[in-house]
């Protein structure tokens, strides 16, 4: 092809790639401005370079667009590499499969070259519209959402991308005629990208789970210990109930004992609510939470109806869910008036759902802040590495299928976590 051709071709073959990429970004404004000025200059990059190597000129105008992508669409790599790698996918593949049907099979009698490009690139363009129009901002949002743990995955497609497309400027016909190979090296690539990626979730869940127990095991050991030293006491009290026995006379002895088993009890009671808790990690975290709290003069109770109860999260979501909702809470009480500095925390559940609620005082700011403490970063604190607490917790519990919602009850803030019964795993 001469150049006037290979402008022409390279300009219609690079609409389809903006079109697709405008659709992973259609809030953004002067798109399609900017899409047109990025269309031309890399066409001309293409017409610039054809004196080059095959190769080289491949990689030099591969990166140049993906450099005028960023510098016009203000994208980060990580975001440029996911949506360019399923686009460049998505184009190889359809380009694959038009040179196939249309070009050998319907147009086998046309010998341009060009004339070639210009039928498939058609083809492209008017699928690429449909696409476009096809894909929602629910869409976008949910392929953002599962795509962090398969980036890996993406570099490696992308990279293999690369090199077809390589292969397919220098002589299309070897990726026609070896069309089988080519589509199944990705499929292969995948597997074992996923069964890395498997392995390695696998080998993390594992750490947080071994890290949950070691933190956590050594209170519940605790707990387990003072009731054995307790118990162990029990001979020392009965003495002692004995001893007052023969001591009082029968007037006194009914308010006595009566005085001294109620402080026997109530020395108890505090510990035993602990061990019968039903799940270690609410025992854990209410125990730890109840000392810091009397540390910081924070009134905190906690009331859990029913030792039963079971949520889907494992044990170090659930641990994370409660240590970073009553954390939360006790900083927004840390600073009032004693009489103010109030949080509970609830577990409860009624015919249709399971729920845990940590509600604390108000504080003043509060209204103004509810619309964005649930976003990434945010914090009211001045120091660098906070503001992630609330966004995990809301992450978790969306894995779930749960709610999480923000009350404002007369002088409370509540913060409800609510999961339905068809979402139990146990």
Known sequence: ????????????????????????????????????????????????????????????????????LMLFYKKNMRSLIIEYTFIMIFIMVMELI????LIVFVFREINSE????????????????????????????????????LYFLLINLLIYGIIVKLIWNGDKYIVLENAFVF???????CIINLIFIIYIENIIEHKRILEIYNKYNPIILNLIDEIKRRQHDFKNHFTTIYGMILTYDEKELKNELKNYLESLQNSLSDIEEYIYMGNRVFAAVIYVKVREAEQKNINFSFSIEDNTIKFPLRGYELSEVLNNLIDNAFEAVMNMELDKKNVYLKIAQDEDEKYIEVG?????????????????????????????????????????????EVLIEDENVIFRITFPYTSMLG
């Open 1 to 68: 092809m001469n150049n006037y051709e290979l402008f022409f071709s390279s300009f219609t073959e690079l609409i389809s790639i903006l079109i697709l990429f405008n659709a992973f970004n259609k809030n953004l404004d002067n798109k399609f401005i900017k899409s047109f000025i990025i269309i031309l200059l890399s066409s001309v990059v293409v017409v610039a370079t054809n004196s080059f190597a095959s190769w080289i000129g491949t990689l030099i105008n591969f990166a140049f667009l993906v450099f005028i």
């Open 98 to 101: 038009v040179d196939r049907i």
């Open 114 to 149: 060009f004339l070639n490009y210009i039928f498939a690139n058609t083809v492209m363009i008017i699928l690429c519209i449909c696409i476009y129009f096809c894909i929602t901002d629910k869409f976008m949002f949910d392929i953002y959402k599962r795509i962090n743990k």
């Open 183 to 189: 589509i199944v090296i990705p499929i292969v690539i």
């Open 360 to 404: 604390n005082t108000k504080p003043q700011i509060f209204e103004r802040i509810i619309p964005n403490i649930f976003h990434k970063g945010f914090t009211t604190k001045k120091e660098d590495g906070h503001g992630y607490g609330l966004y995990n917790v809301k992450k978790i519990v969306q894995r779930y299928k749960g709610k999480i």
